[in-house]
């Protein structure tokens, strides 16, 4: 399998070096979008020929298709001066000058167990919290523009290996119920998994105390205290008052801090998927665009993936949407894709053009009560 920037370059598009004396900086995108376009027509003239052709059906007049996205409001277009708009719908955006990526997303679920965070409109809307309707080669493509090179995917035999890549930052900009303009780091929006089954060994129930107790099993085979999900406070003061045992103690109290929402800290990494070629008709195909945008589980045709062993198996899933912190499904939401190398220089050099708040840094602690 060969990368989609491998894929380009044998299709003889120019280098970095060579364009940029040569071409503006909009010309140089919509060259590298027309050879990739290019390419799809390439690999469809590679499908044999039938011994018998046939004049093209004319189609039907009335085509069903997607419903025209809203118009953006006001606010959230000043968040897009002096971008570049890469597809026909408008929703990956590249800005040279800022060396910014943004994609035009709307919320897809807001409560649900995640394998990634973006995904193509109507691929796997339940396992993420973003949706965009853009094919993946597009966001590809815009990468390539900042001069980005990919990296490689998750490997995991004999032994896991994280993917590599530029990593990138991901800040996102929304307007709340009030229509004030908010920001935040994509990592506030995913925490680590806190609605699972927590254990702890006891030599045997607290007694008197009848099973299930609220969300309290006893596992008599392994001798085993079960707790499922977050505890508040009041739940873990009324448990502790249910035996003085200090395994028992203890148990309670690693289910409460256990069960705190604490925010993913894996860094973004740009992996840059694969390239798949069917033996049988000869087609190639970029494997990104199955789904796998942007992940918080490793796949190895990931667009872009965490850099942290991260399992896709049910019931193993490290991360969920944080409920609390995403606005309503629908809601529009700007995805600010930006290297991480200059983030530090945008975030000193810009400010919000309309004075909201600027964004929280990754490293701020977690509210435990959200």
Not at 5 to 18: K, Y
Not at 238 to 265: C, H, V, W
């Amino acid at each position: 399998m060969e990368r989609l920037n491998c894929q380009i370059r044998d299709l003889g598009s120019p280098s970095e070096a060579q364009l940029r004396p040569q071409l503006s900086t909009t010309t140089r995108i919509l060259a590298i979008l027309a050879v990739l376009q290019f390419a799809a027509i390439i690999h469809a003239q590679t499908k044999p020929a039938s011994d018998n052709p046939q004049p093209p059906k004319p189609e039907p007049e009335d085509r069903s298709g997607p419903k025209p996205l809203a118009p953006l409001p006001e606010k959230l277009q000043l968040e897009l001066e002096g971008t570049t708009p890469l597809n026909p719908a408008s929703t990956v955006l590249i800005d040279v000058k800022s060396k910014r990526v943004i994609l035009r997303t709307e919320i897809a679920c807001r409560d649900c167990i995640l394998e990634m965070f973006l995904v193509p409109e109507g691929n796997r809307e339940h396992e993420t919290i973003l949706r965009i309707r853009s094919k993946a080669y597009v966001i590809h493509a815009a990468l390539l523009a900042l001069g980005l090179e990919p990296g490689k995917p998750a490997s995991f035999s004999p032994d896991f290996v994280a993917p590599s890549g530029p990593e990138i930052s991901m800040q996102l900009v929304w307007l709340d119920d009030k229509g004030l303009t908010q920001r935040a780091d994509a990592n506030e929006w995913i925490r680590h998994n806190v609605h699972r089954y927590y254990s702890a060994p006891l030599s045997g129930p607290p007694i008197g105390l009848q099973f299930p107790y609220k969300n309290l099993r006893w596992d008599k085979f392994n001798n085993e205290i079960l707790w499922y999900g977050p505890m508040t406070d009041e739940e873990r003061t009324d448990l502790l008052t249910k035996s003085k045992k200090n395994e028992y103690q203890k148990a309670i109290e690693k289910f409460y801090e256990e069960g705190k929402s604490r925010p993913m800290t894996a860094s973004f990494v740009f992996v840059g998927s694969s390239m798949y070629k069917d033996e049988e008709t000869g087609e190639e195909f970029y494997q990104a665009e199955g789904g796998h945008l942007i992940c918080t589980s490793n796949f190895s045709d990931a667009l872009l993936d965490i850099r942290e062993e991260s399992s896709a198996s049910d019931g193993g899933q490290a991360y969920e949407a944080w409920t609390e912190k995403i606005p309503p499904v629908g809601t529009p939401v700007l995805l600010v894709m930006t290297p991480k190398a200059n983030t530090d220089k945008a975030n000193a050099d810009s400010k919000p053009k309309d004075g909201s708040k600027a964004p929280v840094e990754k490293t701020q602690k977690a509210r435990g009560d959200d």
